[in-house]
């Protein structure tokens, strides 16, 4: 396990219309001259949501995923906070703990480690079951929803650096396959990195497409990133796109009609 961050994040979600390149051609045109909107190699990314019985999280807006990026030992946990504000766009704090595949299947014990689980856990406890505010006991967080992505990103940097860390903005498209798995023992999954298919039950899926804007606002060049983000959301705006502040586990409960136990 390590600790990996704690950040402010700004996203904006909505629909994509006829094709990437609309898009694209629209916050191109916002860039200073020397900057570029740069193509990152496409990638499929596994996202496990976690929840309680009553999709607390889900209610509340407050998601809990295990991700992984590659065929390689290891998640990273992911725990957002409800978002700040009223705007057409999401700002809110984001931790991140990487975990090896065992601390992963640790959620059996209830004691999933690092700060993204734990801090999962005190938000139920303090804002959800009143009967756990006063009490050690921790809610149980099971698996509920598998999210498989096929990404493609771009992302605004200066011309002629392509290392990471001088990003301002990141433009993702995300092709998306949704699995109810509150019935699936997780343990191939998180092992392996893939669905086991040997099931005689099938899986209970549906798929939505979604592009998202996204700029970490905790680390260098905020003004900068802020500055940037804020004017893409104007263009998108002005031009009709369909924005949501539902995120993709939100879709996803509602798409194949997961209601509490």
């Not at 590659?70 to 990273?76: D, E, L, P, S, Y």
């Not at 999962?120 to 006991?137: E, H, M, P, T, V």
Request: glycine letters at 4%; aromatic letters at 10%; proline letters at 3%.
């Amino acid at each position: 396990m390590r600790e990996k961050s704690d950040l402010i994040e700004v996203e904006l979600k909505f629909l994509p219309k006829n094709s990437d390149v609309e898009v694209l051609t629209l916050l191109r045109s916002l860039l200073q001259p020397g900057w570029a909107l740069a193509k990152s190699s496409p990638r499929i990314v596994l996202d496990i949501y976690m929840d309680t019985d009553d999709l607390y999280l889900n209610r509340t807006d407050a998601p809990l995923r295990f991700r992984k990026r590659r065929k390689k030992n290891g998640w990273t946990a992911n725990f957002k906070l409800p978002s700040k504000g009223q705007y057409d766009y999401l700002e809110r704090r984001e931790i991140y703990t990487t975990l090896e595949n065992e601390e992963v299947l640790r959620y059996k014990t209830n004691d999933i480690p690092g700060q993204a689980s734990l801090s999962a856990y005190d938000f139920i406890a303090s804002k959800g079951n009143k009967s756990l505010r006063f009490s050690s006991q921790r809610c149980m967080l099971k698996p509920i929803v598998l999210i498989v992505s096929y990404r493609q990103m771009y992302s605004v940097r200066p011309m002629g650096f392509a290392h990471r860390g001088l990003e301002l903005v990141h433009v993702l498209f995300d092709e998306m396959t949704a699995f109810d798995i509150r019935d699936m023992d997780i343990d191939h999954l998180v092992t392996h990195g893939e669905l086991d298919y040997s099931t005689d039950t099938p899986y209970h899926t549906c798929g939505f497409n979604l592009v998202e804007i996204e700029a970490d606002c905790g680390r260098n060049r905020k003004a900068d990133k802020r500055n940037l983000f804020e004017l893409m959301v104007e263009k998108i705006r002005s031009n009709n796109f369909t924005m949501t502040q539902r995120n993709k586990y939100q879709t996803s409960i509602d798409s194949l009609d997961i209601t509490q136990s």
